[in-house]
């Protein structure tokens, strides 16, 4: 079995300042975690991917997350928040193996105000 | 501009009414999604599709109809569907399905209300 959780469901930062968005997984196998964003009516945009290679990760537009297995965690960071970067984020673990499925994470909603 | 393409991205239908969503993916990919997404919520996984054959239906209504024409083509036929089915339908495809280092692209949707 397998779940995420991300710790906020809602994040808000003044454009320029740092951000970070946390999630936390289980998994019974070694995972593959994944970030996407979801700007509204839009569909999912992936961001990053962790598949056991290096823990940081980079991403497009700035970002970059840190695979802890210790602290089963994946946050997701970005050093300067714009204004193009409000949207939803989801987490996203995979188990792979035959019955190939995403588990989401219930999102967390990030703001950022000028 | 997204990598899978789907349409129409509006609908609205009545009950009574026969529609299909269309998804076009021209990646290479071999594994194909439907999912569901109601408003401020993660998405909900419907059918998986792999190599044009139907892998995984997530016990969706029969009101709900999938079709795998080809490997780069999904559609998601739809009959006398109830006002609780309004939501964004999404499409997805990977590369090959059970190989979790391979994400899934996903299409920006179909936005369908029920009336």
């Known amino acids: 079995a397998q779940s995420v959780t991300q710790l906020d469901s809602h994040v808000s930062v003044s454009e320029g300042t740092p951000v970070l968005l946390r999630c936390n997984y289980s998994s019974s196998y070694s995972p593959s975690l994944f970030w996407y964003v979801q700007h509204p009516n839009k569909g999912l945009q992936l961001l990053l991917k962790?598949?056991?290679?290096?823990?940081l990760v980079k991403g497009i537009n700035g970002f970059e997350a840190e695979f802890k297995k210790s602290e089963t965690s994946f946050h997701l960071t970005k050093p300067s928040a714009h204004m193009s970067d409000a949207a939803e984020y989801f987490c996203?673990?995979?188990?792979?193996?035959?019955?190939?499925?995403?588990?989401f994470g219930k999102g967390t909603l990030l703001t950022v105000n000028p | 501009d997204t990598e899978v393409t789907q349409t129409p991205k509006h609908l609205v239908m009545g009950m009574t009414n026969k529609k299909s969503l269309k998804c076009e993916q021209h990646?290479?990919?071999?594994?194909m999604y439907w999912y569901k997404q109601k408003a401020k919520k993660p998405p909900e996984l419907m059918f998986v599709y792999s190599y044009e054959k139907l892998s995984i239906n997530e016990s969706v209504p029969s009101r709900f109809s999938p079709e795998c024409p080809n490997s780069s083509l999904l559609n998601l036929h739809l009959h006398a569907l109830q006002p609780e089915d309004s939501a964004l339908y999404l499409c997805?495809?990977?590369?090959?399905?059970?190989?979790?280092?391979?994400?899934?692209?996903f299409g920006d949707g179909t936005r369908l209300s029920i009336l």
């Open positions: 996203v673990v995979s188990n792979g193996g035959s019955n190939y499925k995403l588990t």
């Open positions: 990646m290479g990919h071999r594994a």
């Open positions: 962790y598949t056991s290679a290096a823990t």
């Open positions: 997805a495809s990977s590369q090959v399905r059970g190989d979790s280092n391979q994400p899934q692209h």
